[in-house]
């Protein structure tokens, strides 16, 4: 059954605007605001899911020891894990257009909600500057294919890395900040058509690797290095417990 909105007493609202705890950007979403359908959700899902992180840290743990099996099976136990708290949190905000900084203040009250809303936003920072070095990384390496390798240069002091990658890291963090001045209906669109895009170019990344493998079957028997006789023999949750705890700080930022 839909649910109709209920009027606003005008005196608690303009009580409310006049306090301290208030203010444009901590207000509630009005309905007409909550603009994201189930499709939006799922286009974000399928962006946050797809990304390099998440694939070098599978690929780290095969490095590691892990077989292929193992790895993939670590990094969806630590997705399965943080789900739950993000779901939980994301609910207020989705159906009640209630932000996260104060829904919060149920648990920690007014003052002391202001200690995990700077804790998620240092997270947050530090995951940006992650993210944007990997998205300037993937820029800088494209270039480099399609110019055969005329980008490299001398690293720069005190930075160790090239201008061309410096230019790279710059213009995937303008990017970023485009779409954050724009607000979450710019992030909407770009989810909304990237999303299928994503998905095919999964498609054609797994088409590709399987094909260099020599198949989906010999890719994945890769054995285990911390079987019996192998290399790293009961080494197995020494690399399993921080490969798992890697994947849950990976969305801790979303779940504290």
């Not at 911390?226 to 009961?234: A, D, H, I, Q």
Request: hydrophobic share 50%.
């Amino acid at each position: 059954m839909k649910q109709t909105a209920q009027p606003v007493d005008p005196q608690f609202a303009a009580g409310a605007q006049g306090s301290s705890l208030y203010n444009d950007d901590l207000a509630p979403t009005g309905v007409a605001q909550r603009t994201w359908r189930w499709y939006h959700f799922a286009a974000l899902w399928v962006g946050m899911v797809m990304n390099i992180a998440s694939y070098m840290l599978a690929a780290g743990l095969t490095e590691e020891g892990m077989s292929p099996w193992q790895a993939v099976a670590t990094v969806l136990l630590g997705n399965l894990i943080v789900l739950v708290p993000m779901l939980l949190i994301g609910h207020a905000g989705a159906k009640h257009g209630i932000p996260y900084a104060v829904l919060v203040r149920s648990s920690f009250g007014t003052q002391g909600a202001k200690l995990p809303a700077m804790l998620r936003a240092i997270v947050a920072c530090g995951w940006y500057g992650i993210q944007t070095w990997l998205g300037g990384s993937a820029i800088y390496t494209l270039l480099n294919i399609l110019t055969g390798n005329a980008l490299h240069g001398a690293a720069l002091p005190f930075l160790d890395i090239s201008l061309t990658q410096l230019a790279c890291f710059l213009v995937f963090w303008a990017l970023q900040i485009y779409f954050i001045v724009h607000g979450t209906d710019s992030i909407r669109w770009l989810e909304s058509w990237s999303a299928p895009i994503k998905i095919v170019m999964c498609i054609a990344l797994v088409w590709w690797a399987t094909s260099k493998a020599g198949g989906l079957g010999s890719m994945l028997s890769a054995p285990s290095q911390f079987v019996p006789g192998g290399k790293k023999e009961g080494m197995f949750w020494a690399t399993f417990w921080p490969g798992l705890t890697a994947m849950v700080g990976f969305w801790d930022g979303l779940s504290i």
